[in-house]
């Protein structure tokens, strides 16, 4: 990698302070948003875990909240560190610049590799499981010189054509995201190509805890760490309701530049990215079309670190921890429905300060009550 994976700064955690982000992360309800507005407002995750107990019973909880023990960190810290891997915080010089600027970014990522090759400028390939030969073989084209270019290769690990960009980026540097834990990699097949792109110039990262099986509905977690990650997405091959089409929409959503490779009107797997490229994708056929779209993008201050979830100082005014008046906390609950509904509007509507709105509905998502969309709009949860 060249010396732009050189740009970013940060703020190591502590020992104890990456033991509490932890466990806070893995309680119950607590997902990134969550979890920055924990931080926000207590200053620190430790005492974010004493809150959640109250918190949860506050919003109307039916039964205690489950909070992550310390010992449960720790066997999680220690099942990493036997499999090479350690965990990196949102504000944490190694933590990618792109994927930090993303609204609910992960605050902790278990990560096993070359850490190193998380903070260069990246760039997703993705596309169809069950890719043609010309297909695999323009996706590992396209890998093997953008890589060379000095960007990071950033994939799925799934087949197809996830697999050859991996494999002709592994001397230049890629990351592969993953949908379960680093210790549980799917599809089985490519356990050998993980354990060779992370013992040599690659890293693997996820945001799941240790041991957890992959589910049909974490890939779109994966999807959006790609997208997350990457200053642009090349997409070959795709069909119809793909994972990649999910994955391009996320890219659109987060302001990056979506490259498509066209293909044939009557191979299915092309169909997608046609239809990408009908909705404004810029074509693609070599490496050299997404480093001329990509290179105005390359700015300095695009790899400076983002404040996500640093704990601020301890000192934080009494006023705003007060719990809400009950008063404030029936409005607000009265005025949510199972209607998804900005929270600007939400303040608006009701009055109440916006420390106080913050706080309500952290009660409510800890009780399980409030559904969190991925536009930042809230709703209250069916009954």
Known sequence: MDDRSARTTGIALTDRQRIAWLRLIRSDNVGPV???????????????????????????????????????????????????????????????PLLRQIDGAPPLLAVKGNRRVMTAPAVGIVGARNASISGMKLAGLLARDIGRAGYAIVSGLARGIDTAAHRASIETGTIAAMAGGLDKPYPPENIGLLDELTARDGVAVSEMPFGWEPRARDFPRR?????????????????????SLITA????????????????????????????????????????????????????DLFQPHSGADEPDEDI?????????ESDRERLTEALSPVPTEIDEIIRYTGITPSAVYLILLELDLAGRLERHVDGRVSMTAD
């Open 34 to 96: 969550t979890f920055r507005d924990l931080i926000n407002h207590f200053g620190s995750a430790e005492t974010a875990l004493e809150m959640l107990p109250e918190l949860s019973r506050r919003g109307g909880a039916s039964r205690s909240i489950r909070v992550a023990s310390r010992a449960d960190a720790e066997r999680e810290m220690e099942m990493a560190e036997r499999h090479g891997a350690s965990f990196v915080g949102i504000g944490e010089p190694d933590y990618p």
């Open 223 to 243: 999807n959006r760490l790609i997208a997350g990650m990457s200053l642009g997405l090349v997409v070959v091959e795709a069909a119809m309701r793909s994972g």
């Open 249 to 300: 929409r996320n890219a659109g959503d987060f302001g990056r530049l979506v490259f498509a490779v066209p293909g044939s009107p009557l191979d299915p797997r092309c169909e997608g990215t046609n239809g990408l490229l009908k909705d404004g994708a810029t074509i693609t056929t070599t490496a050299q079309d997404v480093l001329d779209g990509l290179r105005p993008l390359c700015e300095p």
């Open 317 to 325: 005014a009494s006023a705003e921890r007060l719990p809400p008046s």
